[in-house]
């Protein structure tokens, strides 16, 4: 079975600190990937999505960036961490083999609480 | 553009009633596909049910149901026998086409009473 592994659960950083975020799925090949930031109390804010190796898709101009060096593997970087980074970050991957409007579900991970400081 | 709406910030319902959370949504592509995800205090985004644009029936998973009404553009999760377990913030989203990515409401957070 599929699972999808991120860590960490928790982080602090001060402003200024660069950012490392990783996630994992285990049990497939060719996921979609994405990454949705969380603020407090809100919905879920897509930040960036990936089709396939070295291909990424920013939804929002920000202070971050995303990459995914190998198919099963997607990371969130900061060279410099903002206040406003603050929020929930989940990843989450889908199959990407679903035909037109079918059900391509997203799976998520747990999700990376981080306060920036 | 389109625009999944929640606007049940928060909702009250004894245990063992049913209860439905609203959502309405804006696109122009016939082809979409309408979700509904619980988030619990872990944090963590549970997929409950789907529903795509050509579905003739509404969808059912369990005490879930998606009363979906075409015409009026709206997705509402029906909770039936609710539980403690059942209190969370739900989300509705919503792909359209051959889009790879979900949009996201605001979210309802659903307590649970005895």
Known sequence: SQTIHQWPATLVQPVGSPLSLECTVEGTSNPNLYWYRQAAGRGLQLLFYSVGIGQISSEVPQNLSASRPQDRQFILSSKKLLLSDSGFYLCAWSDGKGLRGTNEKLFFGSGTQLSVL | ?114
């Open chain 2, 1 to 114: 553009a389109q625009k999944i709406t929640q606007t049940q910030p928060g909702m009250f319902v004894q245990e063992k009633e049913a209860v439905t959370l609203d959502c309405t949504y804006d696109t122009s592509d016939p082809s979409y596909g309408l979700f509904w995800y619980k988030q619990p205090s872990s944090g963590e985004m549970i997929f409950l049910i789907y529903q795509g644009s050509y579905d003739q029936q509404n969808a059912t998973e369990g005490r879930y149901s998606l009363n979906f009404q075409k015409a009026r553009k709206s997705a509402n999760l029906v909770i039936s026998a609710s539980q403690l377990g059942d209190s969370a913030m739900y989300f509705c989203a919503m792909r359209h086409g051959t889009a790879s990515k979900l949009t996201f409401g605001t979210g309802t957070r659903l307590q649970v009473t005895l």
